[in-house]
């Protein structure tokens, strides 16, 4: 069986001789302490990591639904312990130079009125070249031959925002202005589909995935109420555009507790929830009693249980795995794993994980000797 056939098994509830062994990743704080625990230090990103540890890996079909052209990325201001930077989405924002795990100061965004969104949204024009791949045939036939699952990005209709105008300014403009915020979120929808529909009507899509991170620990940031109405009749036409060409595993990436959006989610067609933060609030095992099969779980591994030692790491194992038994779930750690885990941990982690999901230890791999 290939990592494509297991995948797209695992995720329709059929069986399979095991399950797939992927994991979300680490922060950098983290790398850099277990360089001094026995990680090599060639093991300096994600992308090395997943490497390193042999993980299975998935592709993405080369598609651009962000800004086009990006703004100007620059560094403004520079200290001894900081930096001022405005990044390609025109946010300005503070950033530690030592390297550390910590979310910025926000100090200015590029989208604080309608003023500025008529100009923003240029950027986001659905015809401008370079969204959609000119070689689709010769890209077809390539990812047809992969053996790894192949995806798409389906954007972002709230997270997005968010990050353009800041916490304030969408919570504010939500309420003062919800006709704006359609809009906003119609363009985007315009946009997506216009690019997703061409790309899956030539490749073979396993899964969609799209990021809104639009939850904290007590809940979503806007009400169920707004989001049915802003939110689900576009996510709809996302997903019926994705359908129509046979790819139903949509992916949402969201931390916290999504409990209250996740029945909103299925009924715009969002069906697969990820990374399921234990610690933020969400439960997988009472998702899977709420929605059956209708709802597909990526990872949910609490990472306290990493921190707190071996013990725990075996019971919070064995949890996952009972629900992993049951199909539509492939278990991982719930976000980035964090600093506070020692490389021995995680070493047993991945031991623990891989014995009980019946999947074959591995040796490292030394990409760097290659």
Known sequence: ???????????????????????????????????????????????????YFAFDTRAMAPVNI????????????ETEDRRVIIDGAGVTSVQPKDGHSTIPKYLDHSLKAREDWNRFKERLDPSTPGRVPTNLDKLAARFAGLDCP???????????????MGFEGISVACADDPLWVQDMMEHLTVLFVSVIEPVA???????????????????PIISPR???????????????????????????DC?????????????????????????????????RRRYGKDVLLLGGVDKRALI??????????ARVARLAEQGGYIPHVDHRVPADVSYGNYLHYLRC?????????????EFWRS
């Open 201 to 219: 009507q030539n490749i073979r899509l396993d899964f969609a995935a799209g990021w809104e991170d639009m939850c904290y620990r007590s809940g």
């Open 150 to 164: 192949v995806g798409v990005s389906s954007g972002s209709l709230f997270g997005w925002l968010r990050d353009w």
């Open 353 to 365: 994980k891989r014995d009980a999901l019946g999947i074959p230890q591995k040796e490292p791999v």
């Open 308 to 317: 707190a030692g071996e013990a725990a790491i075996d019971a919070e194992v």
């Open 66 to 77: 962000g800004l086009i052209p990006p703004f100007e990325a620059r560094v403004i201001e």
């Open 1 to 51: 069986m290939t990592p494509r056939e297991r995948w797209n098994r695992v995720l329709h509830f059929r069986s399979v001789d095991r399950l797939p062994d992927e994991e979300f990743g680490y922060w950098d704080d983290t790398l850099r302490r277990w360089h001094g625990e026995g990680l090599p230090p060639q093991v300096d990103s994600n992308e090395k990591a997943d490497r």
């Open 226 to 252: 707004m989001f049915r109405e802003f939110m689900v009749p576009r996510y709809k036409r996302i997903t019926d555009a994705l359908r129509r060409n046979s790819c139903d595993v949509v992916i949402v």
């Open 255 to 287: 931390d916290g507790s999504i409990g209250q959006l996740v029945g909103l989610w299925l009924e715009g067609g969002v069906n697969a929830m990820f990374p399921l933060e234990v610690g933020g609030g969400t439960d997988p095992e009472a998702l």
